[in-house]
């Protein structure tokens, strides 16, 4: 059996134990009750309630806020956000795609719309496009294949008569004056090497 004086500072030491641990619980209730009511009232923010920060959202909201920015302004705005800049350009191409933003004639960004996810807009332009051109290769399929049939009836009728060939007159006057002198000067020498005097 322990002596008294060990008995008695095993029962504080365990009461100080428990005394710290009920100090540390309260601590941590008291903070968590803290935040919980900020986060009712509107103060602190939860990660769930910020949007996600993407590189294609920061250069349209940058746009959006900035118009007629250059390109180097979008890149610094980018590096700033601590993004990466090495898809800005390949981003800027699919938001100009998709018609979320606009370049001017002296090559300024401009944007008038709000900011939508590139995917869905981009995709439908992209079904657009691919339906125009689908219906473009129909109508020149069409149309070859008018233009082909044509041709065969044409060729299946033939002229009794062959045509001659138009009749020309020999002028040596009106030959020599439509050239210039290095080609008479070949011709000249054509011709004497034709008759043997070279």
């Known amino acids: 059996m322990p002596d008294m004086r060990t008995a008695i500072e095993e029962a504080l030491s365990k009461s100080k134990e428990e005394q710290m641990k009920n100090e540390e619980l309260k601590s941590a209730i008291n903070q968590w009750e803290t935040e919980r009511g900020a986060v009712e009232n509107g103060v602190i923010a939860t990660p769930e309630s910020e949007p996600k920060k993407n590189l294609t959202r920061t250069i349209h909201t940058f746009i959006f806020s900035n118009p007629r920015c250059a390109f180097s302004d979008i890149v610094k705005h980018v590096q700033e956000e601590g993004f990466s800049v090495s898809s800005v350009s390949s981003l800027l191409t699919q938001m100009l795609n998709a018609e979320l933003i606009e370049r001017t004639s002296d090559r300024k960004y401009v944007s008038h719309k709000p900011y939508a996810p590139i995917g869905k807009a981009y995709k439908k332009k992209v079904q657009q496009r691919k339906q125009e051109s689908k219906k473009i290769a129909r109508e020149a399929k069409k149309a070859v294949e008018a233009g082909l049939a044509s041709l065969k009836v044409t060729s299946l009728s033939t002229s009794s008569s062959p045509v001659a060939p138009a ?32």
Do not use: N, R
């Open 167 to 198: 009749a020309t007159t020999f002028d040596p006057d009106a030959m020599l004056a439509s050239l210039s002198f290095p080609q008479v000067m070949a011709l000249y020498k054509k011709i004497k090497l034709m008759i043997g005097e070279v």
